[in-house]
């Protein structure tokens, strides 16, 4: 067991004076369980119940009045119905009972001193079109992958995570910070994966873990199909996914396929539904709002990083590494940054963003950008001098302001830079591990710009 970011977030939201149930969403196997366990422990009262049980599941199914839904449950529990009672209500697998996600609204309308949450994955994909959405009646927050500063936790660095969040971080910090990163990027956020590795510090251990979660998710599949094509190309989207991680991808032929683009685009979609992959469409702008262009070819983030280094057979290079900007032809790091980038990030609409300029002369590509304070600041995720970061120098060029930065395996600077027209800029350089840390890190950056 260790403590997940999101538990945070969770005590905001249940202090709400005007509080609605929450639906945490989030794939299967990243810990939504334990986290409301682990939340639960605040509460005088806690009922769980688990809709793949046929008898937690009935008194949703007979439901007539809130009322004796509510009194059946706390009776089934063997709790105490009273409003002196601090109580929280966690419905856990909720796909399997559609119609339990619309009764979540009568909790808001009827019972809102009863603290409500529940679970599930493909909730967009498994429920019957006459279900609705009880729109504006509950909130969602996303649970992910464990972050860099949650695995330190869970193997129990505390000095590490101490100097982690700290501004700006110590020099003698970064060779042990840089190899415990190495780590985390060799292995993942995989909350099983994180917890064997804590207990056992033996990599050999995790093999049967990753077939097992990769087999779970293809296992799944026909949960998410509704005929035998469907669950071919969904199967194979899966595996193709894993290959193809941090490369922009076209749905016709997907993964070496003979699959028309119709057929890629709704199995990957349906990955997206299920929080196992997010299509990124770049954005062509270098100005707020973010307006990604779906008609441009996607960039494919999946669930987690440790899983491709799995699939793909690249742990040995990570393991061999100074700099993991070497590994994979740069894709396993930048996938990683994408997956801390969205890991703090608990809202449904959370999603990363890249830049592209494509011109028949040239093209350009920034690895991501980042929204800070009316600015969109463009992300590299590169090592080498400044002057390699050619399509960093032409985003500023265009940019309304002097802001970038660089997430590489060297240590904290400042450094002046001019883009192709004569534009002066500053490039704030970032240890990989800090990615984390971005925002309180932009805001020390601008500080240091407007000091001079």
Request: charged letters at 25%; one cysteine or more.
């Amino acid at each position: 067991m260790f403590s997940r970011n999101i538990i945070a977030e969770l005590h905001l939201w249940v202090s709400k004076s005007d509080r609605k149930p929450l639906v945490l969403r989030g794939a299967r196997q990243v810990g939504k369980t334990t986290v409301i366990n682990q939340f639960a422990e605040r509460f005088e009262q806690y009922i769980y119940l688990n809709l793949e049980l046929p008898n937690d599941r009935r008194p949703f199914e007979q439901f007539n009045t809130i009322e004796t839904l509510v009194q059946t449950l706390f009776f089934v529990k063997n709790k105490v119905l009273s409003k002196k009672k601090n109580t929280l209500i966690f419905i856990d697998e909720i796909q399997e009972l559609p119609e339990a996600l619309n009764i979540l609204r009568y909790f808001y309308e009827s019972e809102p001193n009863i603290a409500v949450i529940a679970a599930g994955s493909m909730l967009e994909t498994l429920f019957d079109k006459n279900i609705s959405f009880p729109v504006g009646r509950v909130e969602y927050k996303v649970l992910r992958p464990a972050s860099f500063p949650e695995f330190l936790e869970a193997i129990n660095e505390t000095e590490a995570l101490k100097y982690l969040q700290s501004m700006p971080l110590p020099s003698f910090t970064h060779p042990k910070l840089l190899q415990l990163f190495h780590t985390y990027a060799l292995i993942g956020g995989m909350p099983e994966i994180v917890r064997n590795y804590s207990e056992n510090k033996d990599l050999t251990t995790l093999k049967p873990i990753y077939d097992s979660l990769i087999m779970g998710y293809l296992d799944d599949v026909e949960k998410y199909a509704s005929t035998e094509s469907q669950i071919q190309h969904i199967r194979h989207a899966i595996r193709a996914s894993f290959s193809q991680a941090g490369r922009r991808i076209k749905f016709e032929g997907f993964g070496n396929s003979s699959y028309r683009s119709r057929d890629m685009g709704e199995a990957l979609r349906t990955l997206e539904n299920a929080l196992l992959i997010q299509l990124i469409y770049p954005c062509t702008d270098v100005h707020l709002p973010l307006l990604p262009d779906r008609r441009k070819s996607p960039r494919l983030q999946i669930l987690d990083t440790g899983m491709l280094n799995y699939f793909a057979g690249i742990q040995k290079e990570i393991l061999g590494t100074a700099d993991l900007n070497k590994v994979y032809q740069g894709t396993l790091i930048e996938h990683l940054v994408g997956q801390e980038l969205l890991a703090f990030q608990f809202n449904a609409l959370s999603s990363l963003n890249f830049w592209i300029r494509e011109k028949q002369s040239s093209t350009a590509e920034i690895d991501y950008v980042w929204a800070f304070e009316g600015k969109l600041v463009p992300v590299e995720v590169k090592s080498g001098s400044e002057g390699k970061l050619k399509s960093l120098h032409l985003y500023m060029d265009m940019a309304p302001h002097n802001m970038a930065l660089r997430f590489y395996a060297g240590e904290i600077s400042i450094t002046d830079a001019i883009s192709p027209g004569g534009k002066p800029f500053k490039l704030l350089n970032l240890p990989y591990y800090l990615v984390s840390q971005i925002e309180p890190y932009l805001k020390w950056f601008q500080e240091q710009i407007d000091r001079g």
